[in-house]
DNA sequence: CCGATTGTTGGATGGTGTCCAAGAACTATC
DNA sequence: GATAGTTCTTGGACACCATCCAACAATCGG
């Protein structure tokens, strides 16, 4: 990448270092049972250091999706008052395009291993939450009414989440995520049950 | 309710006492800002306490709403194979019917006040975790196809979820709750954006 | 009065996340 | 090569959350 000497202390670890010294331990011992010390050990930095690469505990499985949401979320906002459906599900699709596996896909998949089950739950809620407003946020600017745009969000944002987490489980391999993805978008346009 | 003397030591608090301490204490200080120590104290009795109470400082604010949620989504299980559209919808709403004002209408009104978005944001997104599962398991086992059962969880759970927020910052009089959650429920028979 | 029961309390423990000051390792410039 | 500026590491202190537990207090029934 960029062998560009730059000024200053060379670091001493890396994002991926960390996340792979915190992913064997999550798999070892589960993911409570493993301290923020335990990985720094590890890995070999202090625990201080732990926070120069990440927020907390939970941005090891979720900082690399995350740069991905806010990524298109940027793009979603810029299609301002004349979106339309195709428009957003385009916006949406960076989301999962070319999505290598990574820490979050190794505790989708070994979520029973990992003890971590009520954590991804939780944090996928939180995720679920941020991609759903912002999509409600562009519908109802483009005119769709109140609680349409909420619905409309929640389902969109339910087809990016529930097709990340089929994906990974079945080993996350093939290029199947987006084909995953596009079977979701197509089952929100008649839900059963009317 | 039930004056009859039991056993043991008298309790020293309640529930009600320790809610109406920290409501007030998130209103002036903020939720972030307001140690359970500092509800305990208000409220005159020992931090160990606390816990007998509640099992989180954010469980003075759910804990009602997911008592209502636990027992409807057992009503929800009973329905069983034979569940159709209307009957799950029956089973979901009395999550919210008589549904006082209590500490989450008031966190949820005063959101901005008591800087408690963000907390609210997570934890709604736990309850929708729950709700839209146990939705989806009784749609699946009904001989609905995985995806769409999983979308179809998501989408009620969004309407319960937002018609009580929708109500809650409106004022949380009337009874307009349920009316509220009728409107969500017709709009998803038809999305738009087809 | 006695035991059983139910609650309260303080202290200890281990973890998280924040903050900061001291210092180490590097680059560029004179 | 000294010096200054930059970037990063590190240890320590801190406030808080949540759990556990043993000691103790208040009530009941007999």
């Known amino acids: 990448m960029d062998t560009v000497p ?3 202390r060379p670091r001493a670890s890396s994002r991926e270092t960390l996340a792979e010294a915190a992913c064997e331990l999550f798999l070892e011992q589960g993911y409570d049972a493993t301290s923020i010390v335990d990985i720094t050990r590890r890995a070999g930095v202090s625990r201080s250091s732990f926070f120069n690469y990440f ?3 939970s941005d090891v499985l979720w ?3 995350d740069a991905r949401v806010d990524a298109a979320l940027i793009a979603l906002a810029r299609l301002g008052t004349d979106a339309d459906g195709p428009a957003v599900q385009q916006a949406l699709r960076p989301m999962l395009q070319g999505f290598a596996p990574d820490p979050l896909a190794l505790a989708l998949r070994n979520a029973a291993a990992m003890g971590v089950e009520g954590e991804l739950l939780r944090d996928t809620g939180l995720r679920h939450a941020r991609i759903a407003s912002a999509i409600a946020a562009t519908a109802r600017s483009a005119g769709v009414d109140e609680v349409r745009a909420v619905i409309l ?3 969109l944002a339910t087809a990016v989440l529930s097709s990340l987490r089929v994906w990974a489980e079945h080993g996350a ?3 199947s995520l987006e084909t995953q993805f596009d079977e979701a978008l197509r089952s929100i346009h008649d839900l059963p049950w009317g």
Chains 1, 2 share one sequence.
């Open 153 to 155: 969000g929640a389902a």
């Open 173 to 175: 391999g093939q290029a």
């Open 55 to 57: 927020s907390s505990k």
């Open 6 to 8: 730059r000024a200053g």
């Open 63 to 65: 900082s690399n999706f």
